[in-house]
């Protein structure tokens, strides 16, 4: 759909690169109070994807918010990328999504029209998922703003956590890099039309195929690397299961395109930020570029399942994503907690 007013020109940021640092979330939520309950079984404690709570033996009810500025001028397009970011959440905790509200804010430049394709495309991604959006809430703003706020279930045995790595698994990631740095090249008119269709189709993927075949097999470990990247969310997935990941740098699926442009410079704001946050906790082994660095440090939106199996189950597995996702890589394993959470080889 053709817009008067370009979306993306209304919005400082773009997609997941407008999350807050995961270390200035940590610093924020410190100190306050807050009921302990023991039916809720994944908090914020461990920077998991969503919440968990407890509804009875058979069921656990999972929680989930996100939303963000335009990460493209299309309005039907932003609909569908920022409700299929929102719905990853629970794919990414082992759960069905079943009931959403819509979160939008409106700046007074975008015509009615606009405004009604977004929540068209994020209603027709929320149908593709099978959850239902039951109302929502719009205000209006300097920016606009859209998301969704997800709720799912999923057997209290079988939620899937970002912090239960065990040393001799592997991760397999399941959606390429690059996200981040070519939709900022595409600001500039440096990415390829072409190019960026694919990246458009490819944040509007759910990762629920992804989920429906992880959930066969023996995770021990899982979440979806979207805002903080795939060292960010690494470092998380390090820090809860208290091991050491390495990634095998050569292993890791990127679009091709992105490394040229990082190498050029055009690094999203939220790929610095990442950086702040990790590099403390990361050793490069190595001869390991900048430009992939940054690649590895690039914010996603929308973007792929990152999980830890044993080695034994990983072939299989591998074999199966690749028929939904043909980018999906082994890309690093785990080791007992070294000096650093994270190693680059």
Request: net charge negative.
């Amino acid at each position: 759909m053709e817009t008067e007013v370009q979306l993306t020109k209304l919005a400082s940021c773009a997609g997941c690169g407008a999350k807050a640092g995961a270390g200035t979330l940590v610093h924020m939520l410190e100190g306050f109070r807050t009921h302990e309950d023991p039916r809720l079984l994944v908090g914020y404690d461990k920077s998991d994807d969503a919440s968990v709570y407890l509804l009875d033996d058979e069921t656990a009810l999972v929680q989930t918010t996100d939303f963000f500025p335009p990460i493209v001028d299309d309005p039907f397009l932003f609909g569908q990328i920022a409700a299929a970011n929102a719905l990853s959440d629970v794919y990414a905790m082992g759960g069905e999504p079943k009931l959403a509200l819509n979160l939008m804010c409106v700046p007074e430049q975008m015509e009615p029209e606009a405004v009604r394709e977004i929540l068209r495309g994020g209603y027709e991604k929320a149908y593709e998922a099978g959850a239902i959006i039951a109302g929502g809430h719009t205000i209006h703003g300097a920016e606009p703003l859209y998301g969704l706020a997800v709720s799912g279930f999923v057997h209290p045995k079988k939620v899937l956590k970002n912090c239960g790595a065990v040393p001799g698994d592997v991760l397999i990631l399941t959606k390429p890099l690059g996200v981040g740095i070519l939709t900022t090249a595409a600001k500039a008119q440096m990415a390829e039309q072409s190019v960026m269709e694919r990246i458009y189709r490819q944040m509007t993927v759910l990762n629920k195929a992804a989920r429906d075949i992880i959930v066969r097999y023996p995770v021990h470990s899982c979440t979806d690397v979207t805002g903080f990247a795939l060292l960010g969310h690494g470092t998380e997935m390090a820090q809860g299961s208290q091991c050491t990941i390495h990634i095998q740098t050569e292993c890791v699926p990127y679009h091709k395109e992105a490394y040229p442009l990082a190498e050029m410079g055009f690094i999203p704001a939220g790929a610095y930020r990442n950086r702040e946050y990790a590099e403390a906790g990361v050793r490069v082994q190595g001869d390991v570029s900048l430009a992939m660095q940054d690649l590895l440090y690039d914010p996603q939106t929308s973007g792929g399942l990152l999980f830890a199996l044993p080695e034994a189950e990983a072939g299989r597995c591998l074999e199966e994503l690749k028929e939904e996702h043909p980018f999906a890589a082994v890309v690093g394993y785990v080791t007992k907690q070294e000096e650093a959470f994270l190693v680059l080889e």
